[in-house]
């Protein structure tokens, strides 16, 4: 398998060192059970993570399976956001979302704030409720008004519609496993600030395995610097090897689950085997 910085291990990533050794236990534990199960389906494809299957090939994968846009939603979808990206130029717009658990500080919040108001470039930023640390999500002075022609915050969005939509440019993503998929799958690259547990074993393959993404580096005190931003936005949009990347990962999930493709053959082989009996 690929090489991993053992500080990305998934219960590395989980708060204190409590937590931690609570979520090492229950791997340890589910890993146990796994060898009880006659079939281990995963959401991910062969093209995907090679090394890994051919390591344990009892492990089967069905996937890219993308969730529908009607269920697994937290929040009520904002879709008139769909209506505003019909309004920007194809390849314009960064589509910033963090999932349903990340939250910011009030220094990170205005810092990513300030740096995509720095961008000068259409954005759509989903920004929930529950955003901010303990309070409301408190906008800087005067950005709203700001980037008013560019801008667009929704609470919520249909995030598969906006993926899938000619002006997205990339993705500022969380880097969870849902969304990943989700753009690997709609050829759209990303620019990545994992928050906790696989997230950031997710940013390693998107940016060091397939070629993706760039990652977002904190400063020394932790913070994603408005510059930083700027930065690699525009590397990520001027590198044209992850652009081909991107379109090559692209084909690859469509026909891993497209007629032939080796995860619908994992999934119709275990219907076969249920319907005989």
Avoid at 41 to 50: A, K, R, T, V
Avoid at 105 to 119: P, R, S, V, Y
Avoid at 172 to 200: I, K, M, R
């Amino acid at each position: 398998m690929v090489l991993i910085n053992t500080e990305d291990l998934l219960w590395k990533c989980m708060g204190d060192a409590a937590t931690q050794q609570s979520s090492f236990n229950l791997i340890l534990k589910s890993n146990e059970n796994v060898q009880l199960l006659d079939y281990f389906f995963c959401n991910s494809s062969y093209d995907l993570e090679q090394a890994a299957f051919e390591l344990y090939p009892s492990i089967l994968p069905i996937g890219p399976i993308l969730a529908s846009s009607s269920i697994g939603n937290f929040w009520p979808k904002d879709s008139t956001c769909l209506s505003w990206l019909d309004q920007q130029k194809d390849r314009s717009v960064i589509y910033v979302a963090f999932g349903s658990f990340t939250v910011f500080n009030k220094q990170h919040f205005e810092e990513l704030a300030i740096g995509l108001e720095l961008l000068g470039r259409p954005f759509l930023w989903v920004v929930r409720p529950d955003l901010m640390s303990g309070e409301a999500a408190e906008y800087p002075k005067g950005f709203i008004e700001r980037v008013a022609s560019r801008g667009q915050m929704v609470t919520w969005a249909p995030q598969k519609d906006v993926l899938a939509h000619s002006s997205i440019a990339c993705f500022l993503s969380h880097c969870g496993w849902n969304s990943t998929l989700e753009g690997l799958s709609l050829g759209v690259s990303f620019l990545c600030w994992p928050y906790f547990a696989d997230q950031f074993l997710n940013q390693s393959y998107i940016c060091d395995v397939w070629k993706v993404g760039l990652k977002l580096k904190p400063n020394e005190n932790g913070v994603v610097s408005r510059d930083e931003l700027k930065t690699k936005v525009d590397m990520l949009l001027g590198n044209e090897e992850i652009k081909l990347n991107t379109k090559k990962l692209k084909e690859l999930a469509t026909r891993s689950v497209s007629h032939g493709g080796a995860s619908l053959k994992n999934l119709d082989d275990f219907s076969q085997k249920i319907i005989k009996g």
